[in-house]
């Protein structure tokens, strides 16, 4: 085993940061998913979504480097053109959406894809003792829940 500058083993690293740029990929896309949908709200819920739609497009950008730069520092290179993102992307892409409830409905179909690659990752990472991976996931994922919960809770739905 050849472990990294950081004491973890090279071929282990160069499968999460590929699974990593996955979740970067799947995570562009969600932003722009955000961007888009924070331009184009209409209704009577205007003031309020486009406010929220800022801020969980601003923590997306901020999570978008967080990733890179995990990436970087397993000793990657993160990819960083949309015809990368889109060709791993699984989240749904949404487009020309200006209704409150389909918007909301985006958002979770989102975090709830998104969800799925990083508990994937936190198990992966935690069998590597990859913590700062670990630690990074660990994070989302609890941020991301709350977020899907609030968002259900809006749609009147439940978890």
Do not use: C
């Amino acid at each position: 085993m050849t472990l990294n500058s950081i004491g973890l083993d090279t071929n282990t690293t160069k499968l999460l940061a590929n699974d990593l740029n996955n979740l970067l990929a799947n995570f562009q896309i969600y932003y722009q998913n955000l961007r888009g949908i924070h331009w184009n709200i209409k209704g009577k819920g205007f003031f309020d979504l486009h406010v929220k739609f800022e801020e969980l497009y601003t923590d997306a950008n901020i999570k978008v480097d967080e990733i890179a730069e995990r990436i970087l520092t397993l000793g990657e290179t993160p990819l960083h053109t949309f015809e990368d993102y889109t060709k791993r992307a699984t989240v749904p892409v949404g487009k020309n959406i200006s209704q409150d409830d389909k918007a909301v409905r985006l958002i979770v179909d989102s975090l709830s894809e998104l969800l799925k690659i990083e508990r994937e990752l936190l198990d992966k990472s935690g069998d590597a003792n990859d913590e700062g991976t670990n630690a990074m996931m660990s994070g989302f994922i609890t941020e991301q829940e709350k977020t899907v919960w609030m968002m259900k809770a809006w749609l009147n739905e439940t978890v």
